[in-house]
């Protein structure tokens, strides 16, 4: 038994207790007791903010269980309070942060809360909307496919179909949100209603939490908005103030755990909310008012795309494996205005010339592709590169696989350089390049 194992056994503390722990210079620690990393001889406590901090045990003066772990197994509970008098809203429940808590038994986050128990631990949603759930996947965001976007589109297109239903609100993992966002945006031809991607940066049980708070934004934007677009809706700064409503196609995630850290690209956002009031702003130009039309489902997407990023010294060999490999399409992230080594101008051409679609972007944040500058952009039109202008990497990449499942090979380059939902842009104004993300 490890020293850290036989002072715990000493004061009967398990991980997911409660404790308090005094260290020898008097400082006081309280929170819940994690799992150690292998190997070291401290213990790690989660305090109340939802950050960890490990502590000596030489230097340990006195611990305390405070509480004992509660167990975690929840009772399921009965159906959710209906609100008949009010707007109907359904929820899509995908994992993800926002239906994640800590597993004790790792210290890992992971997708634990259905879209149902999310409801039961907001009730202020019920002062806004009737609310209907249902959960059809439980991954987090990294873990999703092309395969899941379809069924997400599928999910999403039934509810539209409803015309009781206001608006439909998709729970979503932050780190592919935008992905998935916008594979909704082209997977549903003519939307009539706003579908509202929300996410959280940090799970449902720390006090820190921005679950409820992006939800509840979700669900005034379900209910008010009046356009119809794929949208993601989370915090508009790291105070819980007031949410931004940005347009899924310009929307980019900027911050790995900041609250605040969705932006709209040289674009405004389209709205503004305060959840707690229940106030909605409308600030940009939204492509398409809420309708009555039919929206129509086509959620196919070809799954063998490569995503390149371009840097000095690139291998032309990357791109030649994508053809031995039998992938259908190609976005190259470039440099600056969407530039690639020189000596990968030849491997592009022997793409083109195979039918493989090469797209670029740019890996700058603001500004578009131009390929007519320099020498190195003329030699890659040439070769049959396709210029994708300001249309981010994300979007392009899932904007391709679309095209390619749903169109004629000859069709694809037309349909790429078409702003279907407003994810290309002719012009981009200047002083939206630092836009101050204040409501």
């Known amino acids: 038994?490890?020293?850290?194992?036989?002072?715990?056994?000493?004061?009967?503390?398990?991980?997911?207790?409660?404790v308090r722990v005094v260290r020898d210079d008097g400082l006081v620690v309280e929170g819940i007791l994690m799992p150690r990393?292998?190997?070291?001889?401290?213990?790690?406590?989660?305090?109340?903010?939802?950050?960890?901090?490990?502590?000596?045990?030489?230097?340990?003066?006195?611990?305390?269980?405070?509480?004992?772990?509660?167990?975690?197994?929840?009772?399921?509970?009965?159906?959710?309070?209906?609100?008949?008098?009010?707007?109907?809203v359904k929820i899509i429940g995908t994992g993800g942060t926002i239906a994640s808590k800590i597993d004790y038994e790792t210290g890992a986050v992971k997708p634990?809360?259905?879209?149902?128990?999310?409801?039961?631990?907001?009730?202020?949603?019920?002062?806004?909307?009737?609310?209907?759930?249902?959960?059809i996947l439980d991954i987090l965001s990294e873990n999703m496919m092309p395969e899941h976007w379809s069924k997400i589109a599928e999910a999403v297109h039934a509810e539209l179909?409803?015309?009781?239903?206001?608006?439909?609100?998709?729970?979503?993992?932050?780190?592919?949100?935008?992905?998935?966002?916008?594979?909704?945006?082209?997977?549903?031809?003519?939307?009539?209603?706003?579908?509202?991607?929300?996410?959280?940066?940090?799970?449902?049980?720390?006090?820190?939490?921005?679950?409820?708070?992006?939800?509840?934004?979700?669900?005034?934007?379900?209910?008010?908005?009046?356009?119809?677009?794929?949208?993601?809706?989370?915090?508009?700064?790291?105070?819980?103030?007031?949410?931004?409503?940005?347009?899924?196609?310009?929307?980019?995630?900027?911050?790995?755990?900041?609250?605040?850290?969705?932006?709209?690209?040289?674009?405004?956002?389209l709205a503004y909310v305060w959840p707690w009031t229940g106030d909605m702003k409308l600030v940009g130009k939204y492509l398409r008012k809420r309708s009555n039309e039919v929206p129509k489902l086509k959620n196919s997407f070809e799954p063998k795309v490569l995503q390149l990023k371009a840097y000095p010294g690139m291998d032309p060999e990357l791109l030649l494996l994508a053809k031995d490999k039998g992938f259908k399409g190609v976005i190259i992230e470039g440099t600056g205005m969407g530039h690639v080594p020189e000596r990968v101008v030849p491997a592009i051409r022997e793409l083109t010339d195979s039918g493989i679609f090469v797209g670029i972007t740019t890996q700058c944040v603001h500004g578009s592709v131009n390929l007519n500058v320099y020498a190195t952009g003329r030699k890659m039109l040439d070769a049959g590169a396709v210029p994708l202008g300001d249309m981010l990497t994300e979007v392009a990449t899932v904007k391709l696989m679309w095209a390619l499942a749903n169109f004629k090979p000859e069709e694809v380059p037309k349909v790429m350089l078409d702003p279907l939902e407003g994810e290309l842009r002719d012009r981009r104004t200047l002083n939206l390049y630092r836009l101050p993300y204040k409501a």
């Open 112 to 135: 634990a809360m259905s879209a149902k128990e999310l409801v039961e631990d907001i009730p202020e949603l019920l002062e806004y909307a009737d609310i209907e759930a249902e959960q």
């Open 161 to 269: 179909l409803r015309d009781e239903v206001k608006g439909v609100i998709v729970a979503h993992g932050t780190d592919t949100m935008t992905y998935t966002a916008s594979a909704i945006a082209f997977a549903i031809r003519e939307l009539n209603k706003p579908v509202a991607f929300t996410g959280a940066q940090r799970s449902s049980d720390r006090p820190s939490s921005d679950a409820a708070f992006n939800l509840l934004a979700s669900v005034i934007t379900a209910v008010n908005a009046p356009f119809a677009e794929s949208v993601i809706v989370m915090h508009g700064e790291t105070s819980d103030t007031f949410a931004a409503v940005n347009r899924a196609t310009r929307t980019k995630k900027f911050h790995s755990t900041r609250r605040d850290a969705f932006q709209g690209i040289c674009e405004e956002p």
């Open 37 to 88: 990393p292998r190997g070291g001889e401290y213990l790690v406590v989660k305090l109340d903010n939802g950050y960890n901090v490990g502590i000596d045990i030489k230097r340990i003066k006195e611990i305390k269980v405070l509480a004992k772990r509660k167990p975690s197994v929840r009772a399921e509970g009965g159906a959710l309070p209906r609100r008949p008098d009010y707007p109907l």
């Open 1 to 18: 038994m490890s020293s850290v194992q036989a002072l715990l056994a000493e004061v009967g503390a398990e991980v997911g207790d409660r």
